[in-house]
């Protein structure tokens, strides 16, 4: 296999900055397509991976997978694609489509494993999977996400993982109108969380541990917000159909078990590095369920790419340049982050 170079921002251990770097991409194959990259977001994984807060890092490491760019070389074999148009990337790169899951359009539960965008064995390529924070990547068409050029591409980026993240639990538990859901945490997932909702018709409430953000979450469509801290405010808070957990950090998750109704459920999508603890009569009481959801497949990607732009929602972003990539980092670490930071690749 042939290879090219391009620039990319990764990093050659977890206590050491991001820095400006070369890594190979393929030459393209038939049914590839290369992508120069405008905009990546900055997710909290790219910093749990950076930081190798859940073991498994793979150095050096180029995140990013909220990737969005222009098409500027398609394979013979593509038709899906053709130079100039818009591509995007979020997690997934590759799967086994071959096995139920695959089949089903879940290829994030791939029976025999699928390849994330970055710090995965690249099944194609040989070697690790370089992420987003980068010039150019190369990845197979099918893959790819199709985005109109008339929307706002850098404030869209954030929907190739935070906005799939979410809609993908807010569907599967048949969140709508009639149904009340809560938010907890305000970061890209949880900002995106409550849009979306907002959108396909629920009752929204947000939690928080921020007071400077219960404004904010008003401001973003949530019917009403709570400060978690507050125990008597926390205490009163019942009748919830579905409660969508985006906390990075680890929290006490069983106030918000109490919070749901019978049959409820409290669905994790945040990745915490610590084990969270629930008491069984939180559980066993109103027979609820604790749950979690891996990001969303292809499809259902490109189905909330569609909603999104036919509902006007985008991320609420900070646009940096790749030389602020260390400093946003630092921020996105306190929750100092008005709502996700996204990078002017080509701003350099
Ligand atoms: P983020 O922007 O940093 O938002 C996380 C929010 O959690 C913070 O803004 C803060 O909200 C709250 N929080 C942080 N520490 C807390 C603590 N100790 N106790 C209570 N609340 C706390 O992160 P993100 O990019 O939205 O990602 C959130 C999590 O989801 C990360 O763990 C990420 O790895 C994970 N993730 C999972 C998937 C998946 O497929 N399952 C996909 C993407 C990301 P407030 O200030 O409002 O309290
Ligand atoms: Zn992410």
Not at 17 to 43: F, S
Not at 99 to 117: A, F, L, R
Not at 295 to 317: L, W, Y
């Amino acid at each position: 296999m042939n290879y090219t170079i391009s620039s990319a921002f990764g990093t050659e251990a977890a206590d050491q900055p991001i820095k400006e770097m070369t890594i190979q991409r393929r030459e393209l194959l038939p049914n590839d397509v290369e992508i120069e990259i405008l905009y990546c977001g900055i997710c909290h994984s790219d910093l749990h991976a950076v930081k190798n807060d859940w073991g498994g890092s793979t150095y050096p490491l180029v995140p990013g997978h909220e990737i969005v760019g222009k098409i500027t070389q398609v394979g013979s074999e593509v038709s899906k694609f053709k130079v100039g148009d818009i591509g995007a990337i979020g997690c997934i790169v590759d799967s086994c489509g071959k096995c139920s899951h695959c089949h089903d359009g879940d290829e994030q539960y791939c029976e025999t494993g699928w390849t994330v965008v970055f710090n995965s064995p690249d099944k194609i390529s040989g070697g690790m999977t370089y992420g987003g924070f980068s010039e150019k990547i190369v990845a197979n068409a099918d893959y790819v996400l199709k985005m109109s050029e008339t929307v706002d591409l850098a404030a869209t980026a954030p929907i190739l993982c935070a906005g799939i993240t979410v809609y993908s639990p807010l569907k599967h538990w048949k969140v709508g109108p009639g149904k009340k859901v809560g938010i907890i945490g305000i970061g890209g997932l949880g900002h995106m969380a409550i849009k979306i909702a907002k959108a396909i018709g629920a009752e929204v409430v947000v939690f928080t541990t921020s007071p400077s953000k219960l404004e904010d979450a008003k401001n973003l469509g949530a019917d009403s917000a709570v400060l978690s801290t507050d125990k008597a405010a926390m205490k009163a808070q019942r009748d919830f159909d579905m409660i969508l957990d985006t906390v990075s950090a680890k929290h006490d998750v069983n106030v918000y078990l109490n919070a749901l109704k019978v049959d409820g459920s409290l669905v994790l999508v945040g990745l915490p590095n610590e084990p969270l603890e629930i008491g069984a009569f939180n559980v066993v009481n109103g027979r609820k369920s604790f749950s979690g959801s891996n990001i969303g497949g292809i499809a259902e990607t490109q189905e909330v790419i569609d909603f999104c732009a036919e509902h006007n929602i985008t991320a609420d972003i900070e646009l940096i340049k790749p030389s602020e990539i260390n400093e946003a980092f630092e921020r996105l670490e306190k929750g100092d982050v008005k709502y996700r930071f996204v990078i002017d690749i080509k701003n350099n």
